[in-house]
């Protein structure tokens, strides 16, 4: 029998016990179903046991993340929990000390708005601090709703006097013809998940006043032609399926006292086959120029069912080269992470 190799996480109170290892047990055993090891409970310490140093080690680190999240005020979720499990086995840096000051000051249904991986943290200080912020990646990783939080948190503050929220109207794979109504019907179902997270902000009575007053205005790209947004907060989401010249045109647009971020999948463009997508030539043209920043996320900052991440990680193995410039989860040769 190998040897057994032990390791201790000081406690503080059952209560963290508690918050640490979820109800029922539940994210205990999200620990103990990703690693071969037991996770034992003594009076003041968690003991981590396993045959392999490594993962003993790996879980202590674990634990010591999930309990300093617990210490700062946060309340556990199973996302969260998953999160730190797979940037473990990555060796990905879990969200360093000081992240709850960092929190988005604007509230969900579900809580306080945070940054729940280091990818979401680099795309909120970036967002911070640069007046064009593009965040590319895989479905799932917070990049759209971080953006409109961040913009709803501006309004809020008054650092801008509206919000503009944008993505081009491009059928996914299917034709959905001719459709009733007025022009703003039309477009509807394609602007539908930027109102969705809008209400899931703030309350409907106030969205519906912004939206009525034009304080916030959800609309196609086409309908930027021609305007300068001066004091807004802009927010172009699906970028990976604008062309060169809608983005160009979306990116000129931006006036005094704005800010603009830029979301896209360059995975999962739906533009025609001969068409290059906007996101990835903005990529390759705009990388290294002063004031914009480019923020790439993994299948790693996926913070939504953790079959969606290995969904991502299914397509990035079978279909390595399914883009013209680059699959999304890092920068083109040309570039440097941060542009």
Avoid: C, W
């Amino acid at each position: 029998m190998e040897k057994q190799e032990s390791k201790g996480v000081p406690i503080q109170s059952n209560a963290e016990v508690q918050a640490l290892f979820g109800q029922s047990d539940a994210f205990l055993k999200m620990i103990e179903d990703g690693f071969d090891v037991r996770v034992v409970l003594k009076s003041d310490s968690i003991a981590v046991i396993g045959e392999n140093v490594t993962e003993v080690n790996q879980v202590t680190t674990v634990l010591e993340s999930l309990l300093h999240r617990i210490r700062k005020g946060e309340q556990l979720q199973a996302t969260d929990v998953s999160y730190v499990i797979r940037a473990s086995d990555t060796g990905e840096q879990d969200i360093p000390s000081g992240i709850g000051a960092e929190s988005i000051p604007v509230f969900s249904k579900r809580g306080v708005i945070r940054p729940k991986t280091a990818g979401q943290k680099r795309y909120v200080e970036a967002i911070k601090d640069n007046d064009l912020v593009f965040g590319i990646g895989p479905a799932g990783t917070g990049k759209t709703y971080l953006a409109m939080a961040m913009a709803v948190s501006a309004l809020k503050s008054g650092q801008v006097s509206r919000i503009i929220l944008t993505r081009p109207a491009v059928e996914a794979g299917e034709r959905l013809g001719f459709l009733p109504g007025d022009i703003a019907d039309k477009v509807h179902p394609y602007l539908r998940p930027l109102y969705d997270a809008l209400y899931d902000m703030m309350p409907p009575e106030t969205l519906d006043k912004y939206i009525e007053r034009n304080v916030i205005e959800v609309a196609p790209i086409a309908f930027m032609r021609g305007r300068t947004l001066n004091n807004s907060f802009v927010v172009l989401d699906e970028a990976q399926n604008a062309t060169i010249e809608q983005m160009k045109m979306f990116l000129t647009r931006l006036g005094f006292d704005s800010k603009a971020v830029v979301t896209g999948d360059i995975t999962q463009t739906d533009l025609p086959t001969h068409k290059v997508s906007g996101l990835a030539d903005a990529q390759e043209v705009l990388s290294g120029i002063n004031g914009i920043q480019f923020i790439y996320f993994s299948k790693v900052d996926v913070v939504r069912h953790e079959l969606v991440q290995r969904i991502v990680e299914a397509y990035e193995q079978a279909s390595p080269h399914n883009t013209k410039r680059n699959n999304g989860a890092g920068p083109p040769d040309v570039s440097t992470e941060e542009g």
